[in-house]
Nanobody
């Protein structure tokens, strides 16, 4: 059974930074493409960034140049470095496979004050 545990969210002022972590178990992490997703209040969940098993990355236009996705296969962990945060980045952030491979975890709340 896949387990996904997100952490690292918090309250930050616009222009600030946060680093999210996603601990993964239950799958062979190193061979899976992974993604970060987010869901803002009243909106549908959206894909933010993806990373392949080989480290290739892709980003939503809204975060390109500000967010960096990375992974540590030895630790079965994925990260999302978020810089120059904007109010519109406020959301619950989730990790999952890409395409989605399991149930959603609890997510981690990111709140950006303007």
């Amino acid at each position: 059974q896949v387990q996904l545990v997100e952490s690292g969210g918090g309250l930050v002022q616009a222009g600030g930074s946060l680093r999210l972590s996603c601990a993964v178990s239950g799958i062979v992490f190193r061979i899976n493409s992974m993604g970060w997703y987010r869901q803002a209040p009243g909106k549908q969940r959206e894909l933010v960034a993806t990373i392949t098993s080989g480290g290739g990355t892709n980003y939503a236009d809204s975060v390109k140049g500000r967010f960096t996705i990375s992974r540590d296969n030895a630790k079965n962990t994925m990260y999302l470095q978020m810089n120059n945060l904007k109010f519109e980045d406020t959301a619950v952030y989730y990790c999952n496979g890409y395409p989605r491979t399991g149930s959603w975890g609890q997510g981690t709340q990111v709140t950006v004050s303007s």
